[in-house]
């Protein structure tokens, strides 16, 4: 159906926006569709900036698969070096890779004009939670992609038991040392969940504020 595979193109690699009203495909991608009639992640084949995953902190993971808001003046081109010294999030520079798009823009309370970034597409989410993924567990792109694929098909077909096991398993992988570490907040294990349910589609809040 010629409207089945037009949704599936725009939700893979559409998305792209500089106004946060036209959107535009990812023009290495589809081309790349079109060679090869394959819906693939030519995003992760063509080898993105993978270094981007080690400049991100475990705690920061949730809020990269939700919607970011930042004053657009921040915007600015980004010194890779003072980001390596830097724990926040390298907002700017996941916008300026890609990895990051316009949703919107706005007026905030102080008259500032505001960004709202989301990632585009599901090339990009599941190229961005892979290596995120891959960064955390010290393992291949390549095995991460294949570990979410799975852990995201059992949770989608509710297969909790078969998920359980093997989320342990991956976890259980984790090298000591990192795991001595991890042990010190539940982020680490809070950023693998978020990430797992966010690319599966569903609407997600970890540890939400609330009066209660």
């Not at 009203?21 to 394959?38: A, D, L, R």
């Not at 010194?79 to 390596?84: E, F, H, K, L, N």
Request: hydrophobic fraction near 35%; glycine fraction near 4%; charged fraction near 25%.
């Amino acid at each position: 159906d010629v409207q089945d595979a037009m949704n599936r193109l725009q939700k893979k690699y559409n998305g792209y926006s500089w106004n946060g009203k036209i959107k535009v495909y990812n023009p290495y991608s589809i081309c790349s569709f079109f060679e090869s009639s394959e819906y693939e992640n030519f995003w992760i084949q063509k080898g993105k900036t993978k270094f981007l995953a080690r400049l991100i902190n475990m705690e920061h993971v949730k809020n990269i698969v939700d919607e970011i808001t930042i004053k657009k003046r921040l915007v600015v081109p980004v010194d890779v070096d003072d980001i390596q010294k830097s724990s926040d999030l390298p907002v700017s520079l996941l916008f300026q890779t890609g990895y990051l798009t316009i949703k919107q823009q706005k007026t905030d309370d102080d008259g500032e004009q505001c960004l709202v970034l989301e990632i585009p597409n599901a090339e990009v989410k599941e190229s961005l939670m892979s290596e995120l993924w891959a960064s955390l567990n010290e393992t291949s792109i390549e095995i991460a992609c294949k570990r979410i694929g799975l852990l995201a098909k059992l949770l989608k077909d509710d297969n909790i038991i078969a998920f359980l096991k093997e989320f342990n398993n991956d976890l259980a992988s984790i090298p000591y040392f990192e795991s001595q570490h991890a042990g010190k907040y539940e982020g680490y294990y809070h950023s693998h969940i978020h990430m797992l349910v966010r690319y599966i589609g569903l609407p997600f809040r970890s540890e939400d504020a609330t009066s209660e």
